[in-house]
């Protein structure tokens, strides 16, 4: 299961009708969306859209039946149990943390608008204050650093100073290889925040 | 030899002002109460300004605020003595005499400690030395301090080398648990630095030396901007953090009176 559907499932698991409502399904040989509705006292709608995010995530099954009125579909349980897992190995840089990633060459983005702040110990950054917007839409973003993000950063070439790769640069924050994918994350993120640029 | 100025010129007269102000008011007092009121209230007037200048001697160890201290005294003491209403009744001719002379022997010393620059603040030189070739770059200010490198001191000499600048008025030195933050003060800065030094060093650019031999630089954006042009911020960061190593090694080498002389070569004027 990857994580936008197991997001989905505990979104589902965490409402308040959803015991309920599986109680019905498995009582149920099979159970429309009015039926369960009326049956929980909740919106159709709602019912509906918690009965679709089941079948979507493939927990239930549905069939679409006519009864001299207008088509609807009928809903039950396609497996007696639900199992979530997720690797959670795949949202680690490790992939992306190879040679070329390393290689590349980043400083400090001129007039970037961005508050560094320095430790207690003034010997790495222990923040970074980003403004966005303008007037009253101006909203500021502040991004706690880890100790060796913050070191990295502290060794971060300013705006006019040649540009470094972050190998360079690690190697002159002593930083440690295992290091290396909150580093990444740290310098993405705020490339994306237009406070690293790179060549 | 000639040095092109980096710096913006100065025109603020903040050291002149508690002689403006005691003047002025000598002066209104002269007018509108008396001669001899207004003579006494200058003579107060010093004494006090006595005290304060031997606060501040105590606070940089600098000679010349001694000297400044002895010589407001005496002039004090000798305005008290004059117009024929002294304000010390009773006093020996002898006395008086012993006054005068001491008020000219510490004329003499003030004036020798002005002119030979031991009485100038000089984070103005500092700042020009740092300057020194380095390209013109613009939009390269970042309030990110600059880790300008690794030197080899010990701890005793790093508070030697701190005492050291404190009483040339180089950098006033910040001592924390770790390191040695040197905040050089130009002139003119001097009571902000005096009256509120925490607030005075948050404004302002520094260089720290900690004890494992880690040099570090800051330039302030108040200090970057009282230059003329937009300087290479990096360049301008490490060569600050360079200036202030040489300075370590001068020192270490027992050459300290070289940073002195460094520093007065330039020849700045001796009130900006």
Redesign the interface.
Known sequence: MNFKEAAKLGSCLSKDYAEDLFRLLATYESISASEAASRVNIHIKTTQDFLEDLYGLGILDREEVYEGKRPYFRYWLKTDHIAMSIDLNSFSHDEEVNDSRLKLKIR?K???GA??T?SR???F?SSVTIWMGKGRNRTERKINLSIPQGRF?????????DYLSIKEIMK?AQSDSTNIPEIIDIVNVLMEFGVIETT | MYYPRKLKRDFRITGFIPAIICTSIGAFIWIFIGQKEGVYSVSVFFILYAAFSLWIFFRTRNQSYLAASVWQLFFGLWLATRLGYPLIPGIKSELLALLYFLLIASTIWLFYLVFTRKAKWKGREVFELASMSIEL?S?????????AGKTEYSGSELKGFAEFLRKNLIAMPYFEV??IVFVPVKMEDEFGYMFNPEKFRQTRSWI?F?FIG?V?VNISKKDYIGYKEEL???QL?ENLGKLFIEFMNYYRKGEAERIVFKLNELGLGLTY
């Open positions: 400090e001129r007039n970037a508050k560094f320095t110990s003034n010997d950054i950063l502290f060794h971060l070439p300013f705006p006019n100073a002159k | 770059q939009d390269g200010f970042t309030e990110r301090p600059h880790p770790n390191r720290a900690d880690n570090t290479s911020f990096d960061c």
